[in-house]
């Protein structure tokens, strides 16, 4: 079995094969500020009292909080009364919340193993952690909170191949990156992908989940890491105790791609699709100007990704036009930049540094574009519009590419400061 | 379930923040996003009159990117019975099934031009090009699907099976 029919025999409680389509309890759901009060909204329309399960069910408002205007103060005031009015304990207010995606497997709310259902795209993040993690709609969390269930068909899987590790500069991102480059943004539609290999030990659990944050990207249902000594470790040191869990040596895999991450260049990838990508150093050719810098968000807001952009920026200035605006991505990732000293770092740099949210990622606030201004974004999406007016442009990069490139003013090696 | 309507054109990969974009998502109310619906890979679709009933052909990965389910919301709420599609991305896929706005998966989608008649016939597995006098067989949702839709949506559907 691969791992994607593991985790769904598991909780299953028979062997399941892909194309079926099951009704499953969920170990957690998730939903934010966008998604949460239209579930709550059909939830009540259709009859709904109580939520069957309140303390499987996590609530982040991030994505327009600091709540940017009254409606996203009313949509969040609305979650806030429905988490205490049912019980749900795990609502998370500014001052204690991060980005759902940071925040969940920092607190050990998800776990290797489980099934966690989101609405929200990237809650196949939780992948790196060897659980079945998938984005779903907001109809589906009103229908787990109506019955505790949710229907899922059973994804075929895509073996991503992984040997060697990173060179200097060269990061998670840049993998997951190419990697959606060779698939295409729909080269994973409905498919499971499934990292393993030897070259899996060499990445971070940070690293781990920007990559399976990404799977998405390319259409993915989930992006799959095993459970090997990292990912014990990590749990550890948050109280839980998983096994290990590789596929079978018999899985069978609907494609197999192999990549060596030590020939890996860092990777940009250019508006208007994630798939977009070139190697930085034919970017770096192309001198392209940029207006801002974001560093941050569910795939690059965790501390590596911090003190990778903390290490180009020390002793450096952001370049005169340029603004670069650095999101931790939860509150402790932002007391631990602190204590680092990575946040003095980015001030002296000319940064500014925000509190934990979507904001820009989506165009949402705390840096929207104008009508064609360029950036350079840590970020998951370079849609038409993504940051902003439908003019502006954004091209995604690790944390290493991004400083590097609100330094020079244009997109820029790293390796070449 | 008979469908027709004017066909209204649209590319490979349109997504969700085309589609409905996240300036307007501080709202849930359908009808507030309905205006804006295809506001960025169209401006000022959702405002159209003649778009009550009309049928969005599209071409690959149609609804990819973010899970709002505002985005087939706005669209079934600006009065647009039917999408065409040469593929759906996953997570619009399952939210359109979920919220009973009926899409066809048609790899002829290309075939269609703005302006022509569609009719869609989801029973029988049939899409028409009437202006063009052309038909083509679709393939049936699996059945699990199929009684979602028949049912009115998810929420109708775990009404009328799951609870108890």
Redesign the interface.
Same mark, same amino acid.
């Not at chain 2, 998502?25 to 849930?28: D, G, Q, R, V, Y």
């Not at chain 2, 990819?64 to 505002?70: A, K, Y």
């Given at each position: 079995m691969t791992l994607a029919e593991k985790l769904l025999s598991k909780k299953a409680g028979r062997p399941v094969k892909p194309g079926e389509f099951l009704l499953l309890e969920p170990d957690v759901v998730l939903a934010n500020d966008i998604t949460a009060p239209l579930a709550i909204k059909e939830f009540r329309e259709h009859g709904g009292k109580r939520v069957k399960y309140p303390e499987r069910v996590v609530l982040v408002p991030d994505h327009f909080t600091p709540n940017k205007d009254i409606k996203s103060a009313s949509q969040v005031k609305l979650m806030r009364e429905f988490a205490k009015e049912q019980g749900i304990e795990k609502f998370f207010e500014i001052g204690r919340m991060g980005i759902e995606h940071v925040l969940l497997p920092e607190e050990g709310l998800v776990k290797s193993g489980d099934l966690v259902v989101g609405a929200d795209s990237h809650t196949c993040t939780y992948g790196a952690l060897g659980a079945f993690a998938t984005g779903v709609g907001s109809t589906d969390i009103a229908g787990f909170f109506l019955t505790g269930k949710v229907w899922l068909r059973v994804p075929e899987s895509i073996k991503v191949h992984l040997t060697g590790s990173f060179k200097e500069m060269v990061t998670a991102k840049d993998l997951i990156l190419k990697l959606i480059s060779i698939l295409g943004v729909d080269g994973a539609n409905y498919k499971a992908l499934e990292f393993l290999g030897p070259g899996v030990a060499n990445i971070s659990m940070d690293g781990r989940f920007t990559v399976s944050n990404m799977a998405i990207e390319a259409g993915g249902k989930a992006g799959i890491f095993p459970v090997d000594e990292n990912t014990i470790q990590y749990e550890r040191e948050r109280g839980i105790e998983v096994e290990p869990m590789f596929p079978d040596e018999s899985a069978t895999y609907v494609r197999e791609i192999s990549i060596d991450l030590s020939t890996l260049e860092p990777q940009v990838a250019y508006p208007f699709l994630p798939s977009n990508v070139k190697d930085v150093t034919e970017a770096e050719k192309e001198r392209i100007r940029i207006d801002q810098v974001v560093i941050g968000s569910c795939t690059n807001g965790r501390i590596e990704d911090l003190r990778l952009a903390a290490e180009i920026l020390k002793g450096r200035t952001v370049a005169p036009h340029v603004r670069c605006i650095v999101i931790p991505g939860s509150q402790r990732v932002l007391k631990q930049a602190i204590k680092e000293g990575l946040v003095d770092v980015f001030l002296e740099a000319n940064c500014v540094v925000s509190t934990p949210t979507c904001g820009p990622c989506l165009g949402g606030h705390m840096g929207v574009l104008a009508e064609g201004e360029v950036a350079v974004s840590t970020t998951n999406r370079n849609f038409v519009g993504r940051m902003g007016h439908p003019s502006s442009k954004v091209f995604l990069a690790s944390p290493a590419v991004a400083a590097a490139s609100a330094v020079k003013g244009y997109i820029a090696d790293p390796r070449r400061l | 379930m008979k469908i027709r309507g004017k066909v209204f054109v649209f590319g490979d990969?349109v997504?969700t923040? @085309?589609i409905i974009?996240? $300036?307007y998502?501080?709202?849930?109310d359908p009808q507030e996003l309905a205006k804006y619906c295809m506001e960025?890979?169209r401006?000022g679709f959702g405002r159209r009159d003649d778009i009550k009933g009309a049928i969005i052909v599209a071409g @690959?990965?149609f609804g990819?990117?973010?899970? $709002? @389910?505002?985005a087939p919301?706005a669209i079934k709420a600006a009065g647009i019975s039917c999408v065409i599609a040469k593929?759906f991305? $996953? %997570?619009f896929f $399952?939210?359109a099934i979920?919220?009973g706005l009926p899409i066809v998966e048609l790899k002829e989608a290309g075939e269609f031009e703005e302006g022509d008649v569609a009719e869609v016939d989801l029973e029988n597995g049939i899409v028409r090009n009437v202006t063009k006098n052309r038909e083509y067989r679709i393939q049936p949702y699996?059945d699990?699907?199929m009684e %979602?839709m028949r049912t009115g949506?998810?929420? @109708?559907y775990?009404?009328k099976t799951?609870?108890e």
């Open positions: - | 990969n997504n923040d @085309e974009p996240a $300036r998502l501080n709202t849930s960025d890979a401006p @690959e990965n990819c990117g973010s899970s $709002r @389910e505002h919301v593929s991305a $996953r %997570i $399952r939210n979920n919220i699996p699990f699907l %979602i949506g998810w929420l @109708e775990c009404l799951l609870k």
